[in-house]
C-alpha cells in the first residue's frame, strides 16, 4: 500500500477517442504492448463493433462479452500507472463515450491524416472543451498518402477550436514519409515500416546536425530546417499549463499501425498529462488526496446472460482510498453497501482488489441497485455532477406486444434507463412512452435486451420529432399557459421534469418567439 499522495500523482486515466476508423484501436493496442500489458499485436478487438455489423445480435453479443475486460486497461510503464478507459467507436453508442469522458483526467485524440477532423471527433471535441479536458492529438496513418501537416494543423485549430502546438513534425508523408523530428525532445526517429517492430532513432544534437542530412538526405532535411523555423516563428513555446487548462492541444504525428511516433506520444503523455485533480461536487470541491473516499459510477454494464442478471457498475475513485468489505454510502439512497468483491482491471484482466486511489476504476458487481452518476462516499453528502443528457436525435413510441408481460417490460426499460442506454420520456396528452436515442442501433438493442434480459415484448411506432427540450420559467403562469397551448407536445423525463416536444425546428423557433418567458433547453443539467 503506497502513501496517497504518491499513488495519485502516478496516475494518470484518461481515454482515447476518434471518428470510427482513425486508429483508436490499434493505437490502444499499441500503447498496451509498451506497457506489456500484451505481448501480441492483434491482442485487442476492443468493445469495437464494427460498421458492417450494425445489425448483427450476435456481434453485439460477442462484443459485449469480451468489452468488460476492455473496458478499463490498466497496466504500469515505468512509474506511471497508466488507466485507458475505453470508449464504443460506433457513433451510435456516443452516449457512453460522452459518460466515460466524465471519469478521465485527459484525453489523446486520433485523427486520420487523410481525413483530418471528421464529425464525431468535433462532437467528442465539444465534451472534453466543456469540461475543459486536457487534450493531446496524434495525427495517425502517416505512412498513407494523406494532407499536408500545416494544413491538418489549421483545420484542427478551426474545427476543434483550440489552439495547437506540434511537438513532432513529419518529414514528407505517404510513400516517401521517412521519419519524425521530435521538436519536444529535439530526436530523430526513421520510419521502417514493420508493425511489430520499434523505429531506428537517430542520435541528433539539434535540428541543424548534419547527422540529419546523412539520414534523410540534403533536400528533406531542408525542407525540415525551414519547417521547424516556420512552426517556431508561428506557433508559440509549447505551454503544458495552458495545455492542462484544456486550452492547447499539442500534436504528435506517427501511424499506429507502424508503432511508429507512439513512444514518443507515451513518453510525453506521461510526463505532461495532468494526476487526478479536484473535482467540483453539488456541494463543495473535492481534493484526490482528502482521505476520506468518494467515487461516482460512470457506466453499467449489463451482463447479457439472462439468468444472471447482474450487472457491473464501474466507479471512478475520486478521493481518498478505496478498500475492499468497507460500508460505503450509496448517497442516492442513503444505504450503506459493503463491496466484497471490487474488481480492478489490470493489463486486462479482472481481479479482485483490495483497495484502490484517485483515478483508478473499480467494478462492483451489482444487482440493480446503480444509477449512472450515483455518488459513493464515506457518509457525507456529497453529488458528484455527471454528464448532463443532452436531447437524443432520434424517437420512437415503444409499445408493449404482450400484455402478460407488462410488469417485466416496465422493470425492463426502467433498469435500462437507469444503466444510461437511452432516455424516456412520458407524453402527458396521451400517456405513450417515447424513447429517445441517438442511434438507430441502440432501438435494436433495447428490444433485443428487454426480450433476452427480461422476457419481455416490445415493438416500436414512429413519431416525428424534431428535439425534446427542457422547459422552465421563473413566473408560473408563463409555463401553465405553455403547458396548455402545447399540451399535446408535453412530456416528462424520468425525474417528472417538463419536456417540450417539437416536432420541427421551425415549431421550435416559433415556440421561442412566442413564449419569451420560458426557457429552453437542449440539455438536462441546467
Ligand atoms: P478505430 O478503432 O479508430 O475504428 O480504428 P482501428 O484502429 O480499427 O483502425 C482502422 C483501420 O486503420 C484498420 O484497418 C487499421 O489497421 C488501420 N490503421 C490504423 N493505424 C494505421 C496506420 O498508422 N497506417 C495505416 N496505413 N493504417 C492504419 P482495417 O483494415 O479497417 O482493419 P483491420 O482488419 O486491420 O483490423
Known amino acids: 500500500m503506497g502513501n496517497i499522495t504518491e499513488e495519485i500523482s502516478r496516475r494518470r486515466t484518461f481515454a482515447i477517442i476518434s471518428h470510427p476508423d482513425a486508429g483508436k484501436t490499434t493505437l490502444t493496442e499499441k500503447l498496451l504492448l509498451y506497457g506489456g500489458a500484451i505481448h501480441i499485436a492483434g491482442a485487442v478487438k476492443s468493445n469495437k463493433i464494427k460498421k458492417t455489423a450494425t445489425s448483427d445480435w450476435m456481434e453485439i453479443e460477442k462484443q459485449r462479452g469480451i468489452s468488460v475486460a476492455t473496458s478499463v486497461m490498466g497496466f504500469n510503464y515505468g512509474d506511471y500507472k497508466i488507466n485507458i478507459l475505453d470508449t464504443p467507436g460506433h457513433q451510435d453508442f456516443a452516449e457512453d463515450t460522452y459518460r466515460t469522458l466524465t471519469a478521465v483526467d485527459s484525453v489523446i485524440i486520433v485523427v486520420d491524416v487523410a481525413k483530418g477532423v471528421e464529425q464525431q471527433t468535433r462532437k467528442l471535441m465539444e465534451v472534453c472543451r466543456m469540461r475543459n479536458t486536457p487534450v493531446i492529438i496524434f495525427v495517425n496513418k502517416l505512412d498513407r498518402e494523406g494532407r499536408d501537416p500545416f494544413e491538418i494543423l489549421d483545420e484542427l485549430e478551426s474545427e476543434l477550436k483550440i489552439s495547437v502546438r506540434p511537438l513532432s513534425w513529419p518529414i514528407n508523408i505517404g510513400a516517401k514519409f521517412k521519419g519524425v523530428y521530435n521538436i519536444y525532445e529535439h530526436s530523430l526517429d526513421l520510419f521502417t515500416p514493420n508493425k511489430q517492430k520499434v523505429s531506428e532513432r537517430v542520435e541528433i544534437s539539434d535540428i541543424n ?19 521547424i523555423e516556420l512552426i517556431d516563428g508561428v506557433y508559440p513555446e509549447f505551454d503544458t499549463e495552458e495545455y492542462l487548462r484544456g486550452k492547447l492541444a499539442p500534436v504528435f504525428f506517427g501511424s499506429a499501425l507502424n508503432t511508429f511516433g507512439v513512444k514518443e506520444l507515451l513518453d510525453c503523455f506521461v510526463k505532461i498529462a495532468p494526476s487526478p485533480r479536484p473535482i467540483q461536487a453539488e456541494e463543495r470541491e473535492v481534493n484526490p488526496s482528502e482521505p476520506a473516499f468518494s467515487g461516482f459510477v460512470f457506466k453499467i454494464h449489463a451482463n447479457m446472460d439472462p ?26 439512497t442513503g444505504k450503506f453497501i459493503r463491496f466484497a468483491a471490487p474488481t480492478a482491471f489490470m493489463a486486462q484482466k479482472k481481479s479482485i482488489v483490495d483497495e484502490a486511489y484517485p483515478g483508478d476504476i473499480v467494478g462492483i458487481p451489482d444487482t440493480g441497485n446503480f444509477k449512472i452518476g450515483d455518488t459513493l462516499t464515506e457518509g457525507e453528502e456529497l453529488h458528484y455532477r455527471g454528464l448532463p443528457s443532452f436531447s437524443p436525435e432520434m424517437f420512437k413510441y415503444i ?47 433495447i428490444q433485443y435486451r428487454l426480450l433476452n434480459e427480461y422476457g419481455a415484448q416490445c415493438r416500436w411506432e414512429p413519431i416525428s420529432l424534431y428535439k425534446a427540450c427542457w422547459i422552465e420559467s421563473d413566473d408560473d403562469e408563463a409555463l401553465a399557459a405553455f403547458k396548455k397551448r402545447k399540451h399535446q407536445f408535453m412530456a416528462v423525463d424520468r425525474d417528472d421534469r417538463d419536456v417540450f416536444l417539437a416536432d420541427s425546428n421551425y415549431v421550435l423557433q416559433m415556440a421561442q418567439n412566442d413564449f419569451p418567458k420560458i426557457r429552453f433547453h437542449f440539455s438536462s443539467e441546467y
Request: charged residues 30%; aromatic residues 8%.
Open 209 to 227: 546536425d548534419p547527422a540529419i542530412d546523412s539520414a534523410v538526405g540534403e533536400a528533406d532535411s531542408k525542407k525540415l530546417r525551414d519547417d
Open 307 to 332: 439468468n444472471h442478471r447482474s450487472c457491473i457498475a464501474f466507479v471512478k475513485v475520486c478521493s481518498g482510498e478505496f478498500k475492499r468489505n468497507f460500508n460505503y454510502k450509496h448517497v442516492r
Open 399 to 445: 409499445e408493449n406486444t404482450d400484455p402478460m408481460k407488462s410488469k417485466q417490460l416496465e422493470k425492463g426499460i426502467q433498469q435500462l434507463m437507469d444503466e444510461g442506454v437511452a432516455q424516456l420520456f412520458i407524453n402527458q396528452f396521451n400517456g405513450r412512452k417515447i424513447i429517445g436515442t441517438v442511434g438507430q442501433l441502440q432501438f435494436e438493442v
